[in-house]
């Protein structure tokens, strides 16, 4: 079952301009990650918040997460080219169900 | 140079055809798992192990094989691959498993195509 939806599904923006993406999810997690994935490629960790963080940064991202609304924010300012990518947000819930759930991702194209 | 290897990165098969997919990491993890990505559907779980033969079901496990006789392979394999079974197959590996404090680090992926 889906656990993360990323929303857009997709994003066009220029150069320069800073881009958002959310991250809903439905049950009560430990963490969550955002991964980069370029066309065909394996993903790249990003960065990871935990459920006791509610924003973080590193370079030019910044993650919020709030979990009274179960959602997140991925926020990446002052847009390249080669941003372009898909990003997925994943969820890791502790319980005894071992896994890392990911969501669809979201397709964002920056132009030159 | 920290990684995650798999092999083959482009296969081509028939119906019916057993293959294997090797996936190797260098770090030392103790968490494998396998992942399939296709259109609309995003990355789903088929397989993981904690540690050294200890391996569990992910999401869509049908069809699939794994084992972790050696802490840095994990491969998979499909005993009689069906058209449905095409697909982007990513290997993934971290220090630890659930709750998973840190970052998966992914293989670049074996494209699988079966006819």
């Known amino acids: 079952s889906q656990q993360g939806e990323e929303d857009p599904q997709a994003l066009s923006i220029q150069e320069g301009e800073n881009a958002t993406m959310n991250c809903s999810y439905k049950?009560?997690?430990?963490?969550l990650q955002w991964y980069r994935q370029n066309s065909g490629r394996g993903l790249v960790h990003l960065i990871l918040?935990?459920?006791?963080?509610r924003e973080k940064h590193s370079g030019r991202l910044r993650v919020t997460l709030d979990t009274s609304k179960k959602s997140s924010s991925l926020l990446i300012t002052a847009s390249r080219a080669a941003d372009t990518a898909s990003y997925f947000c994943a969820t890791a819930i502790f319980s005894g169900y071992s896994t890392l759930t990911f969501g669809k991702g979201t397709m964002l194209l920056v132009s030159p | 140079e920290a990684q995650v290897t798999q092999n083959p990165r482009y296969l081509i098969t028939v119906t019916g055809k057993k293959l294997t997919v090797t996936c190797s990491q260098n770090?030392?993890?103790?968490?494998m798992s396998w992942y399939r990505q296709d259109p609309g559907l995003g990355l789903r779980q088929i397989y993981y192990s904690m540690n050294v033969e200890v391996t569990d079901k992910g999401d869509v496990p049908e069809g699939y094989k794994v084992s972790r006789k050696e802490k840095r392979n994990f491969p998979l394999i499909l005993e009689s691959p069906s058209p449905n079974q095409t697909s982007l197959y990513f290997c993934?590996?971290?220090?630890?498993?659930?709750?998973?404090?840190?970052?998966?680090?992914f293989g670049p992926g074996t494209r699988l195509t079966v006819t």
């Open positions: 049950t009560s997690i430990n963490n």
């Open positions: 993934a590996s971290s220090l630890a498993g659930p709750p998973f404090q840190g970052e998966q680090y």
């Open positions: 918040i935990r459920s006791n963080e």
């Open positions: 770090m030392n993890h103790e968490y």
